[in-house]
Structure formats: C-alpha cells, structure tokens
C-alpha cells in the first residue's frame, strides 16, 4: 500500500530563505511523485512531479525536489522565499500513472517578511 | 493540461435537503474524474472515481447512497449529496486525469455548509 508522511505541518521561514519541505513515501512499486500547491479556498495546483526521468526534478516558480530511492524522499525546495509562496503543500503519491494518488496531509508554509 | 471548473463555489444548505454539485472539464474529454473531500486543515481524501458511462467506484467507508455520482458525459461529473447533515459540510474538489501526463488537474472546488 501507498502512503505519503509530510514531516511539519507547520514550516515558517522568512523572506529570502531556503525553503525545505519534507516528504517520505511508501510505495512497493516504483511510484510516481508529486507536489501540489493550494492556496486557501481554491483547488490544487501541480508544482512538479517525477515520472521515473532524472530524479533532480525542476518545477514552477523556481522549486525542484530531488527523488532519492534509497532514502524513500522527495523533499520540496526552493532557494529564496516569497511572500507568495505561503500557502499549504501537498506531497502525492501514485503507482499506477497518476490514477489512484494518495495525498500526505499537508504542510503549511509561512514565510516572514 | 487541463481546465476544471466546479459549480457551485459555494452553497449553504439546511439539514436534510440535497445539493448537487458539477464539475467540468473544460477542454478535455474526461472518461475519468475524481472526487475528493477536504475537511479544514486537513489532507485531501478520495472520495469515488467517476468513469464516464458506468457506475462510479467508492472508496472503502464512503457512502454510495449519500454520495450519487453521475458522469453522464465526457465533459460533466456531478457529486449530489443526499439528506445533507452538518458533517457533510467540507470542501469538495474533483479532478481531470487526462491519462498522458501522470498528474491530474484539480477544480477550484466547492465549499458545502449545512446548517
């Protein structure tokens, strides 16, 4: 069975940081990855995703995340916070090509000015 | 990719009563959607899988009959929740799976109220 662990539901950085979001998986198949962003009171919108290509993965808005089989991680990061990336994060996995996906449960980032 | 669109993007119902809800895929052809619930503050959690011209698959403790999906078209889904309680009252967001891209593609979704 899949399964999704975001660690902090809470991560606050400030403006210009690194920004680190943190995401284990399970998966008994190679699983395909995903982070999604959702801004309050609307829909998920896709950051990046890894499909089984190069595991250093580029997204929107400048952040990647780095696919590490032996650790079971795809941590989010982006080099420098903007006020506009507060919102709440959701790391997703799916085995079967993005059909059946299993969100982990979020992890709001606040960034200070 | 893409676009989705919910209605309504919010409603307030009294207990007891029935709401339906759309979701459509505006640009795509959709032989499957997704519905989801999100309480506040929490995670999204699959409801059913919506598969175009056949009957829609539930997700183990969701309740068919409180929950009627419809995907009468390749284009339209809809989510009717029956006899609405106050817990039913979420977020709900559908989703596109085009099938060639891995990812699916989400509505803005709808905020239910049940008073």
């Known amino acids: 069975a899949q399964s999704v662990t975001q660690l902090g539901s809470h991560v606050s950085v400030s403006e210009g940081a690194l920004v680190l979001l943190r995401c284990n998986y399970s998966s008994s198949v190679p699983p395909y990855l995903f982070w999604y962003v959702q801004y309050p009171n609307q829909g998920l919108q896709l950051l990046l995703k890894?499909?089984?290509?190069?595991?250093l993965v580029k997204g929107i808005n400048d952040f990647e995340a780095e696919f590490k089989k032996s650790e079971t991680s795809f941590h989010l990061t982006k080099p420098s916070a903007h006020m506009s990336d507060a919102a709440e994060y959701f790391c997703?996995?799916?085995?079967?090509?993005?059909?059946?996906?299993?969100f982990g449960a979020g992890t709001r980032l606040f960034v200070k000015a | 990719g893409a676009v989705v669109s919910q209605h309504p993007s919010w409603v307030i119902c009294k207990s007891g009563t029935s709401v339906k809800i759309e979701c459509r895929s505006l640009d795509f052809q959709a032989t499957t959607m997704f519905w989801y619930r999100q309480f506040p503050k929490q995670s999204l959690m699959l409801m059913a899988t919506s598969n175009e011209g056949s009957k829609a698959t539930y997700e183990q403790g969701v309740e068919k009959d409180k929950f009627l999906i419809n995907h009468a078209s390749l284009t339209l889904s809809t989510l009717t929740v029956t006899s609405a309680h106050p817990e039913d009252s979420s977020f709900y967001i559908c989703?596109?799976?085009?099938?060639?891209?891995?990812?699916?593609?989400f509505g803005p979704g709808t905020r239910l109220t049940v008073t």
């Open positions: 997703a996995v799916s085995d079967d090509g993005g059909f059946k996906t299993i």
């Open positions: 890894y499909t089984s290509a190069a595991t």
């Open positions: 989703s596109v799976h085009t099938g060639s891209s891995y990812e699916q593609y």
